[in-house]
């Protein structure tokens, strides 16, 4: 779990920060919540049977003109993280993000949310489970922006009916659907949607009459994207270039995953798609040069 | 009392590949997103900033050091995490036992307050770590801006030849879960340049708040203490980058 050191907690949570002077006023707000944010936490089925994968939904809503990173936060922010406790035998998978917004500033883009967002993280059940019912534990961590930033912490638990022989229904309520709607889907969703990595350049192609297409990557250890290069447009089709820094050296490894989201369109109800590729140093990438 | 001095960096474009045309018509694709800052392995942008306590430093003063430039913000999360935690006091500490010379100076780009009220802050900010340390004053941003610096914390070292050599995160421990423990790139660094290594990785993701830069309609209007409200007794942000 994350520890807080009590001098931290003194300075970051448990006191308020220095209020924004009256230098630059600042619109009315609501109550200040701590953390300028809360989440809320449930699931997506009835219940759970053995083996069942399910998802634990955290839906975090800042509070108005504020807000909350992605898993990338961009040029500048921190993402929003979870943890998870779980009864022995579960196991539990990367959280889903819904397609962030994107906010513009001289010092780069980040990448967040400003209204509720409801991340889905994959849990599935141990073969052999008991009727009865488990309890979920899931903290959230954020930071939280507007003309300063504040991090915030909230451990919410949700319980789960088990059934020994039988899986559950999944929900289908309006609210959960909307949630669902705004997560990403797998690039192979898209028509002729295909991901490729020659030298230091992904090249990522697919059919959309939806426009602008952008690209938004994951930096990690050893990967840096470079700002995309010039889409080829041919009618629907597109071929977006881009261009990346690769350093096996930093990334430890002879693989890099290089990850990040199409976004189609401008509004966050538009759809996106989840881009996964594996660089490897010996078969995709010598020297900078493509093969 | 321990006295130490601090910096920051940028990066480049890369060639686009040349592609094949299957079409034509250039779209807007992405925007001009994620500006790199300025590329390691150039020489570092000069400067000439005050201090808290109205000291003039300028980059050029330290050549044949290593200067280490912490982009800062007292009231920044982050950056209470990192000194609150000991991270930074045990780095200040351990980079003094290098045989390199290592000058670390934090640098204040922050402007959604009155001048003279950031560099108060900033020095109780210290006073209750019981460390002096510079900060630099750079109310106008144009040293933040000449080095990119994103956020707070935004690490840059610089070599003793001038260039800069790293710039990114100050650890892999975003939200100070491992305190004073945790492994630093910044002491990763000066040993690397001690051991006569090449600095890899030279760039790690910066972690941290936005810096909060001075916008067009800010800028100039608190700068320079002549307005009535900048810094007292002459502590003005100095000229920028040179």
Same mark, same amino acid.
């Not at chain 1, 599935?124 to 534990?137: F, K, Y």
């Not at chain 2, 474009?13 to 590329?39: C, F, N, S, Y």
């Not at chain 2, 914390?153 to 001038?162: C, K, L, Q, S, Y």
């Given at each position: 779990?994350?520890?807080?050191?009590?001098?931290?907690?003194?300075?970051?949570?448990?006191?308020?920060?220095?209020?924004?002077?009256?230098?630059?006023?600042?619109?009315?707000?609501?109550?200040?919540?701590?953390?300028?944010?809360?989440?809320?936490?449930?699931?997506?089925?009835?219940?759970?049977?053995?083996?069942?994968?399910?998802?634990?939904?955290?839906?975090?809503?800042?509070?108005?003109?504020?807000?909350?990173?992605?898993?990338?936060?961009?040029?500048?922010?921190?993402?929003?993280?979870?943890?998870?406790?779980?009864?022995?035998?579960?196991?539990?998978?990367?959280?889903?993000?819904?397609?962030?917004?994107?906010?513009?500033?001289?010092?780069?883009?980040?990448?967040?949310?400003?209204?509720?967002?409801?991340?889905?993280?994959?849990?599935?059940?141990?073969?052999?489970?008991?009727?009865?019912?488990?309890?979920?534990?899931?903290?959230?961590?954020?930071?939280?922006?507007?003309?300063?930033?504040?991090?915030?912490?909230?451990?919410?638990?949700?319980?789960?009916?088990?059934?020994?022989?039988?899986?559950?229904?999944?929900?289908?309520?309006?609210?959960?659907?909307?949630?669902?709607?705004?997560?990403?889907?797998?690039?192979?969703?898209?028509?002729?949607?295909?991901?490729?990595?020659?030298?230091?350049?992904?090249?990522?192609?697919?059919?959309?009459?939806?426009?602008?297409?952008?690209?938004?990557?994951?930096?990690?250890?050893?990967?840096?994207?470079?700002?995309?290069?010039?889409?080829?447009?041919?009618?629907?089709?597109?071929?977006?270039?881009?261009?990346?820094?690769?350093?096996?050296?930093?990334?430890?490894?002879?693989?890099?995953?290089?990850?990040?989201?199409?976004?189609?369109?401008?509004?966050?109800?538009?759809?996106?798609?989840?881009?996964?590729?594996?660089?490897?140093?010996?078969?995709?990438?010598?020297?900078?040069?493509?093969? | 009392?321990?006295?130490?001095?601090?910096?920051?960096?940028?990066? =480049?474009? +890369?060639?686009?590949? *040349?592609?094949?045309?299957?079409?034509? !018509? &250039?779209? $807007?694709?992405?925007?001009?997103?994620? /500006?790199?800052?300025?590329?390691?392995?150039?020489?570092?942008?000069?400067?000439?900033?005050?201090?808290?306590?109205?000291?003039?430093?300028?980059?050029?003063?330290?050549?044949?050091?290593?200067?280490?430039?912490?982009?800062?913000?007292?009231?920044?999360?982050?950056?209470?995490?990192?000194?609150?935690?000991?991270?930074?006091?045990?780095?200040?500490?351990?980079?003094?036992?290098?045989? =390199?010379? +290592?000058?670390?100076? *934090?640098?204040?780009?922050?402007?959604? !307050? &009155?001048? $003279?009220?950031?560099?108060?802050?900033? /020095?109780?900010?210290?006073?209750?770590?019981?460390?002096?340390?510079?900060?630099?004053?750079?109310?106008?941003?144009?040293?933040?801006?000449?080095?990119?610096?994103?956020?707070?914390?935004?690490?840059?070292?610089?070599?003793?030849?001038?260039?800069?050599?790293?710039?990114?995160?100050?650890?892999?421990?975003?939200?100070?879960?491992?305190?004073?423990?945790?492994?630093?790139?910044?002491?990763?660094? +000066?040993?690397?340049?001690?051991?006569?290594?090449?600095?890899?990785?030279?760039?790690?993701?910066?972690?941290?708040?936005?810096?909060?830069?001075?916008?067009?309609?800010?800028?100039?209007?608190?700068?320079?203490?002549?307005?009535?409200?900048?810094?007292?007794?002459?502590?003005?942000?100095?000229?920028?980058?040179?």
């Amino acid at each position: 779990m994350f520890i807080f050191l009590p001098l931290m907690a003194a300075l970051c949570v448990g006191g308020p920060l220095p209020e924004t002077p009256s230098f630059f006023p600042e619109a009315p707000e609501e109550a200040e919540r701590p953390g300028r944010a809360a989440t809320e936490v449930r699931t997506d089925v009835g219940w759970v049977g053995p083996s069942q994968t399910f998802h634990v939904v955290v839906a975090i809503t800042p509070d108005s003109q504020w807000h909350v990173y992605w898993k990338n936060p961009g040029a500048s922010g921190g993402p929003t993280e979870f943890e998870i406790r779980v009864p022995e035998g579960f196991t539990v998978g990367e959280p889903q993000f819904p397609r962030p917004s994107i906010f513009r500033s001289d010092e780069g883009n980040t990448y967040g949310y400003g209204e509720t967002a409801a991340i889905f993280i994959p849990v599935t059940a141990p073969e052999i489970l008991r009727d009865g019912t488990v309890e979920i534990e899931v903290t959230t961590l954020w930071l939280a922006c507007n003309k300063n930033c504040v991090m915030g912490e909230q451990t919410k638990t949700v319980e789960v009916s088990t059934n020994a022989t039988m899986k559950g229904p999944l929900h289908k309520d309006l609210q959960l659907s909307k949630w669902e709607e705004a997560l990403p889907k797998p690039l192979d969703g898209l028509a002729g949607g295909i991901v490729t990595a020659i030298g230091s350049t992904i090249y990522i192609s697919g059919e959309s009459q939806l426009r602008p297409i952008r690209f938004i990557g994951v930096d990690q250890k050893g990967l840096h994207f470079e700002p995309n290069s010039e889409m080829i447009i041919d009618g629907d089709s597109f071929r977006l270039p881009v261009p990346v820094k690769l350093d096996f050296t930093a990334a430890r490894g002879d693989t890099i995953v290089v990850e990040g989201l199409l976004l189609f369109g401008r509004k966050n109800t538009d759809p996106s798609y989840a881009v996964r590729v594996e660089v490897n140093s010996t078969t995709n990438y010598h020297n900078g040069e493509g093969n | 009392m321990f006295k130490a001095i601090v910096t920051l960096s940028i990066t =480049a474009l +890369v060639a686009t590949p *040349a592609l094949a045309q299957i079409g034509v !018509r &250039p779209l $807007d694709t992405t925007p001009k997103e994620d /500006k790199k800052t300025v590329e390691v392995g150039e020489q570092a942008p000069a400067f000439e900033l005050v201090d808290q306590n109205g000291k003039t430093h300028t980059l050029q003063e330290y050549e044949g050091k290593i200067v280490v430039l912490e982009w800062f913000n007292e009231t920044c999360p982050y950056c209470k995490g990192t000194w609150g935690s000991g991270l930074i006091p045990k780095l200040l500490t351990d980079l003094q036992e290098h045989k =390199a010379e +290592v000058v670390y100076l *934090a640098v204040n780009s922050s402007a959604n !307050r &009155p001048e $003279d009220k950031i560099v108060e802050s900033g /020095k109780e900010f210290l006073e209750e770590f019981e460390i002096e340390i510079p900060i630099l004053n750079d109310y106008n941003g144009k040293v933040g801006r000449a080095y990119k610096a994103r956020t707070t914390p935004h690490m840059f070292v610089i070599d003793a030849e001038g260039i800069l050599v790293y710039q990114g995160a100050l650890s892999d421990d975003s939200r100070s879960k491992e305190g004073a423990e945790a492994d630093t790139h910044i002491l990763r660094v +000066v040993t690397q340049i001690d051991a006569g290594e090449e600095v890899s990785p030279s760039y790690v993701q910066p972690w941290g708040c936005p810096v909060k830069y001075a916008r067009d309609g800010d800028r100039g209007r608190n700068r320079d203490g002549k307005s009535g409200r900048g810094g007292k007794g002459g502590r003005g942000s100095g000229s920028g980058p040179k």
